[in-house]
């Protein structure tokens, strides 16, 4: 209806056009499996369309499903596989003929104008891409023993290829074929080829009963493609054999007062046939008299032969029996069983017993626990003599013994002479004679069967077991298949297992099969060792039971990483500490044993300065440390233990140096020895003339600085003196016009160390005058060695107590010292900042209104000094 609709669309408004209205039909050919863009046909070129204005547009009519399969170039008509590939076995299934498989596509050739309709046939063509398959893996045939040279046997299951034609199944071939068969294949009229297995040699199936091979079939392409599958022959059983005896005759001598019933012999044949074809039946042959056959029954199935009448003297002696083996379409087998009859003038005696013991059907049931002396049997010898005392004994092997009971003539009592025991031995065959004064014996036979008490308990295979194993197992993990034997019978021998009460209850023990399971996963850092009872129990009644003792060790794994004793370590060291030395251990753990706890220890940054001791932790530094240069240090020290794979862990480690007095002051104004300050005489007294600033690199009472003046020399040089702790040097009396002239003061900057304190000395030069009106005198004068008298008097110290040293050896107190240390070196360094500031910008002033280099002097009026110049004349 589809293409209908097309065609009456295109066709009714546009009969102008009819002439390239019309449908056209091309076929191609092309190999199943082709990849995307193989070239299929050229719809354009092959129709001889040319070129067209405008031009032409080829597209697939809707609703194809083959048009899955191409890709149309919509301008040229290009057609080429798609990316889905082509498998004819599937487009095609059961399709037989390779022509017969057929994509189908319909083309429309656009503008209206050029209106082509086009039906494409795509011939797909097969290729050898499937071997070929069995419908079974086991192939089973049936061939009777007894098959001649050349019977053929169908093989029904034949192999199946999807592929066709040469590419279909095209031979089989057997892998092995024993040297008895050989396969031919058969073609029928469609096509079809069937395997026959021909039988090439003798088959027997008493010598070999089953034949297994492969049957192989293989397809014509090119290379050939196999398919396998196993054959089984079985060979069939036939009746081709007979029964035969193994011997020809035989010899059975009987006494004439043997009873009915005795059991005389039994012939046996054998044929190696199989079910039916091995029935055997036994029979005597004709020529055996009727009185032999009535005096002697044979058993038809069984071929024993029984005394069936009693023996007298009319009985011949000799008796010849020919006894014939049966078989299905057989012929006899033959034996001769040849009877000899000794008769007896006097009967034999006769034993009677009366049984004390259980007896049932001939057997006698005694307990294992029955103890020594049970009597077992009354013995009544009965004898033609009754007043002839008869011997009466035993023959055969166990605990047993026959002797007269009291006074009685011809009365024995049966009785054991020692306990039975089951486990040792359970069944007894003892025959008990009778002789007679004439020398006739007579016997019977006497069946025992010890009967089963649970007198045993189960037995451990070892009654210590010892089991390990590697922690941070899996649940239900298997540990060991306990064992106990019991050597009773029956259920009384049957054993079964149960955990003690004291067992953990992360351990399983299987009632039936003694297998011990552990239920959870185990730590051996929370436990190492388990130790245990299991018991084992019968279930006689009462019910006996033993136990063995189970130890399970649990085996190291390393699952711990090493743990320091402290997240964070903290060490404080005098300064200076020699090289080498002990700064402090670091403490490390590790909860695993043996190589999987042994712990190494290394420095990860530092390690050019300090250095760690692998086994005992002790940390220490390679050179001697000044807190000058660095006042603490960041270690981060690495634990690896020796598992494998090894873990590790890490720990900070902060060592702090405590200060110690190995720096004297620093005087860092004056700068140096050969400066000096311009007083004037108008300075009032106890103005601030200078001061000495200095600063200590150490740290606490190290860095507490005192300032004294240790000499003088001057016109009154008592008129200038300085402030212990700061340093400032004031004017104590005022200046008269005698006290003109050069002051120099040798002050001594001392700090609190302790034990010893350190100190320096700068000499301070204050110039009293006007003004400065000859510079180079003055530097003259300075460059004079001083006479200059020392003072006793000495800087104030502050007293540092016992306690007080004491004291500072706590941890908080060091603390705190450290962070005022801090706090005073950044104070230190920004007063020195803002001196050296101050002093370059009053140098860059000197520049403009001095010619002499004049030390620093908040207080200093350098208008005063311009404006009063003073004569020196007299200095």
Known sequence: LQRLFLFLLFAGPFNCFASYSMATELVYSITEGLPKGVLIGSIGADLNLGYADPPLSFTLASNQISGQYVDLSSATGDLHTSAKEIDRERLCPGNLDIQDCILLLDIIVLPQQYFRFVKIKVVVKDVNDNAPSFPVAVIHLSVPENAQVNTRLAIEHTALDPDVGVNGVHTYWLENNFGVFTLDVEENVNGEKTPYLIVTGPLDRETRDEYVTSIIAEDGGNPPLLGTAALKISITDVNDNCPVFNESQIKVTIYGNSTIGTLVTQVHAVDLDLGSNAQITY?????????????????????????????????????????????????????????????????????????????????????????????????????????????????????????????????YLLETTEPLDYELKQKYAITIFAKNSQGLLGRTFVKIQVVDENDNSPVFAHLLVELSLEENNTPNTFLTKLNAVDADSGERGEVSYFLQPDVASVFTLDAKTGVLTVSMSLDREKKEKYKFSVKAVDSGVPPRESVATVILTVLDKNDNSPRFINKDFSFFVPENFPGFGEIGVIGVTDADVGKNGWVALSILNGSDIFVIDTGNGVLRAKIPLDREQQGSYVLWIQAIDGGDPALSCAAKVTILLLDVNDNPPLVLFPQSNWSYLLVLPSTLPGSSITEVYAVDKDTGMNAVIA?????????????????????????????????????????????????????????????????????????????????????????????????????????????????????????????????????????????????????????????????????????
């Open 283 to 411: 029979s005597y042959s004709e020529r055996v008299s009727q009185k032999t056959k009535a005096l002697f029954t044979l058993g038809e199935i069984t071929g024993t032969i029984k005394l069936s009448q009693r023996i007298d003297a009319n009985t011949v002696q000799l008796h010849k029996l020919t006894v014939l083996g049966n078989g299905p379409g057989c012929i006899p087998a033959v034996i001769t069983v040849l009877v000899s009859i000794i008769k007896v003038v006097f009967n034999p005696p006769v034993i009677v017993p009366r049984y004390i013991a259980t007896e049932a059907q001939g057997v006698i049931y005694l307990q294992e626990s029955d103890p020594a002396n049970s009597p077992i049997a009354f013995i009544t010898i009965k004898d033609s003599d009754q007043k002839q005392k008869v011997d009466c004994y035993l023959e055969g092997d166990g605990p047993f013994r026959i002797s007269p009971y009291q006074t009685y003539i011809n009365e």
């Open 707 to 875: 300032y004294s003046i240790i000499g003088r020399r001057g016109p009154r040089p008592e008129s200038f003196d300085i402030d212990a702790t700061s340093g400032n040097i004031t004017l104590q009396e005022a200046l008269m016009e005698t006290d003109y002239g050069l002051y120099r003061l040798l002050v001594k900057v001392s700090d609190h160390g302790y034990p010893e304190p350190l100190h320096s000395t700068i000499m301070v030069n204050l110039f009293v005058n006007e003004t400065v009106s000859n510079e180079s005198y003055i530097e003259s004068l300075l460059r004079r060695e001083p006479k200059i008298s020392m003072e006793e008097k000495q800087p104030e110290k502050l007293t540092v107590t016992q306690k007080q040293i004491n004291s500072s050896s706590c941890l908080p107190t060091l603390i705190a010292l450290s962070v005022i240390n801090l706090a005073f070196l950044i104070s230190v360094v920004l007063l020195a900042t803002y001196i050296c500031f101050k002093k370059g910008k009053r140098h860059g002033k000197k520049e403009e209104s001095l010619e002499v280099q004049i030390p620093l002097n908040k207080e200093t009026d350098f208008h005063r000094v311009e404006k009063k110049p003073v004569i020196i004349t007299n200095i």
